[in-house]
T-cell receptor, first 112, second 109 residues
Framework: IAGITQAPTSQILAAGRRMTLRCTQD?????MYWYRQDLGLGLRLIHY???????GKGEVPDGYSVSRANTDDFPLTLASAVPSQTSVYFC???????????FGDGTRLSIL | GQNIDQPTEMTATEGAIVQINCTYQ??????LFWYQQHAGEAPTFLSY??LDGLEEKGRFSSFLSRSKGYSYLLLKELQMKDSASYLC??????????WGAGTKLIIKP
């Protein structure tokens, strides 16, 4: 079934550790996005990529990095995790930047 | 600044009609999306408005007034499975989505 796969589903991580959240889509979408969702707040864009080989910063990029080596994969890395990065992380993709976004099931990350 | 406002929570009765409002102030406007998100799940796309007016899709309709910075999602013949959060998102001048915090809709029998 076509869609977006995120891994891991959930993770508990010690502060200061490095962590990479994986995201893979098989819809050949050009654009991909990483959001965090916190209680009482809207989805906030961390980083995005409009096409393979390019990335851009969203609203809350500090402490996160991404890469887009190919169309399908868009990993998000926390270089040195801090408790304020505890959140639910969603990866999304769209055919182009102005098309509906399709979301993965999310990664629930707790930083202790 | 950029701002999307939605009511935090609404309650409605099964079989009834409910309207969820969204007002926005953003740097540019290229369209407005509505998404549904059940608790613990991912958001799923409901509708997209670019031009003023009403877009109807089954039991769900979405309205847009660009001059007023206003949209609403209308849900008819409410079913228990419609209990979810409804997210309004505006596409800004850079085609990035600015999201509201969502409206939690509770359906009572």
């Amino acid at each position: 079934i076509a869609g977006i796969t995120q891994a891991p589903t959930s993770q508990i991580l010690a502060a200061g550790r490095r962590m990479t959240l994986r995201c893979t889509q098989d819809m050949r979408h050009n654009a991909m996005y990483w959001y965090r969702q916190d209680l009482g707040l809207g989805l906030r864009l961390i980083h995005y990529s409009n096409t393979a080989g390019t990335t851009g910063k969203g609203e809350v990029p500090d402490g996160y990095s991404v890469s887009r080596a190919n169309t399908d994969d868009f990993p998000l890395t926390l270089a040195s995790a801090v408790p304020s990065q505890t959140s639910v992380y969603f990866c999304a993709s769209s055919a182009t930047a102005n098309q509906p976004q399709h979301f993965g099931d999310g990664t629930r990350l707790s930083i202790l | 600044g950029q701002n999307i406002d939605q009511p935090t929570e609404m309650t409605a009765t099964e079989g009834a009609i409910v309207q969820i409002n969204c007002t926005y102030q953003t740097s540019g406007f290229n369209g407005l999306f509505w998404y549904q998100q059940h608790a613990g799940e991912a958001p799923t796309f409901l509708s997209y408005n670019v031009l003023d007016g009403l877009e109807e899709k089954g039991r769900f309709s979405s309205f847009l007034s660009r001059s007023k910075g206003y949209s609403y999602l209308l849900l008819k013949e409410l079913q228990m499975k419609d209990s979810a959060s409804y997210l309004c998102a505006v596409e800004d001048s850079n085609y990035q989505l600015i999201w509201g915090a969502g409206t939690k809709l509770i359906i009572k029998p």
